[in-house]
């Protein structure tokens, strides 16, 4: 079974998380619809909340996103040079933001956060029923 995953390094800008959003969401979707298209939305939703979160308020240093396919998992993950743990929770009704981590933790099959040496590391893991496909590169060749 083939294994899919991709790293891109983010640049602390607005339009630097917006193009890491982009390249994430359509390598997802490049691997392939035994995803579903319910499942391919809420990853994208969950990588936009992660990589905005980490821009937001890392503030310096680097952030990688990435995101991993093997077997029935599908596991996204950012991190960045902030060593505080977010907190899941909701705001105030009249607050513009605050809702991205109670996102996450309601789509998301499981999550958290894992304290790195310099910094942190933020990520949602998905679960699906179907396995990946075996690319034709690796079946048996057939004889005639």
């Given at each position: ?11 602390g ?8 959003r ?9 691997w ?83 304290p ?29």
């Open positions: 079974m083939e294994a899919h995953h991709i790293r891109i390094s983010v640049s800008t607005s339009a630097g998380a917006a193009s890491a982009q390249q994430i969401a359509e390598e997802i979707r490049d392939g619809a035994v995803l579903g298209s319910e499942l391919l939305d809420a990853a994208e939703l969950v990588a936009s909340e992660l990589i905005t979160n980490a821009v937001r308020h890392a503030h310096e240093g680097p952030i990688t996103a990435g995101a991993d396919l093997h077997g029935k998992a599908l596991r996204i993950a950012v991190t960045d040079a902030n060593s505080d743990i977010p907190k899941v929770g909701l705001p105030h009704a009249e607050a513009e933001d605050g809702r991205g981590l109670f996102l996450v933790a309601a789509l998301a099959d499981r999550h958290g956060f894992d790195l040496p310099s910094g942190k590391r933020c990520w949602a893991e998905f679960e699906f029923s179907a396995p990946l496909p075996v690319p034709a590169a690796h079946l048996p060749q057939q004889r005639s």
